[in-house]
């Protein structure tokens, strides 16, 4: 349930109505808009099927909410939701970059990649140190080395930090070293992660899970913001369908709809939504017409060398022209670096 508060509403009846959904056993969040105050109820559906709020002073309407995820919601939350995520905005009128290799390799490698995505307008750097691979024989990472190595290259090139996690026990040491814990497609719905990272202090980009729903991915984001967290960015990287001929099919409809039933900022992934470099610009052009808040981007310095991702991998000059057109798209959009 949303209760909608009257734009002539006061404190005290706000908080009248805060006391009685308390006194009820139930949870408030406050979505304080320009016009009017929402307040979303969460708990125990019986509950709050038998809670009767219209006649109190103040309250304007209730509205019965019937998706299973609540704070993540446009109802709950009208406006558009920007994450600040150490200084930079993420959502609203900014359009994010986040570039660099899909795994790190060595320091040689991230300085020259860092460096380059910095001087074509990227504001993160983005980084595996602990790599999930389908085959246990790939390479799977630098681990602590990995995150060390991507602090000291971003803090050089004046970009933040965003790189995967994959297990619980390790938010306390990724979060020493980047600015956005990222959950990649096979973590999506592992919900003791999820539940942790409700904890931290810091941002989360959640990819969309390799089939997921739309609604399976924001009850996904649901288990973060119910922990606490509310600092959510959804990242969409393709889902697996019947095509082969790209990695995944990049489903640029979840834009519109994300827009439509969330608040919260949305990126895509036009390198692991293809993964064919050839295919990545057109995309990342399709994806900032189609309104995203952003975009993250595999760039290495020598893909034909690189130990992961290599063949949707652009080199520094392509990474340059994409941002050429990028600049032109996000302003048609109204959107700036």
Not at 145 to 160: E, I, S, V
């Amino acid at each position: 349930m949303i209760i909608v508060m009257k734009p002539t509403s006061t404190e005290a009846e706000l908080a009248n109505v805060e006391k009685k959904i308390k006194n009820a056993g139930l949870k408030t969040h406050l979505s304080v808009g320009d016009d009017r105050t929402i307040v979303g109820v969460i708990g125990d559906k019986k509950i709050i099927a038998n809670l009767e709020m219209n006649m109190m002073p103040g309250v304007e309407k209730t509205v019965r909410i019937t998706e299973k995820y609540k704070i993540v919601s446009r109802e709950f939350h009208p406006e558009d939701s920007v994450i600040d995520v150490a200084g930079v905005p993420v959502g609203g009128k900014h359009l994010a970059i986040m570039a660099g290799p899909c795994a790190v390799e060595s320091v040689e490698q991230l300085e020259e990649a860092a460096e380059a995505v910095a001087k074509g307008g990227a504001q993160f750097l983005r980084g595996g140190a602990f790599k999930p691979r389908t085959s246990p024989y790939d390479f799977q990472g630098l681990a602590e080395q990995g995150l060390k190595m991507l602090r000291t290259a971003a803090d050089h090139n004046g970009l933040k930090v965003v790189t995967e996690i994959v297990d619980k026990d390790d938010m306390d040491l990724i979060g020493e070293y980047a600015d956005i814990y990222q959950v990649g497609a096979r973590n999506m719905q592992n919900f003791q992660l999820l539940k942790a990272l409700g904890k931290a202090k810091k941002p989360v980009m959640l990819k969309r899970g390799l089939s997921a729903t739309i609604r399976e991915w924001l009850n996904a984001a649901e288990y973060i913001a119910a922990g606490g967290n509310e600092n959510i960015i959804l990242c969409e990287r393709g889902i697996r369908t019947y095509e082969t001929f790209t990695r995944n099919t990049l489903d640029l409809s979840a834009v519109a709809a994300i827009k439509e039933l969330s608040h919260l900022p949305i990126i895509v992934d036009p390198s692991h939504g293809t993964g064919r470099w050839e295919m990545v610009r057109p995309m990342a052009r399709a994806a900032v017409a189609a309104g995203c808040d952003g975009l993250i981007i595999e760039v290495h310095p020598h893909p034909e060398v690189a130990l992961s991702d290599g063949d949707q991998s652009l080199t520094p000059k392509n990474f340059n022209a994409l941002m050429d057109e990028v600049r032109q798209f996000g302003a048609l959009m109204g959107k700036t670096l």
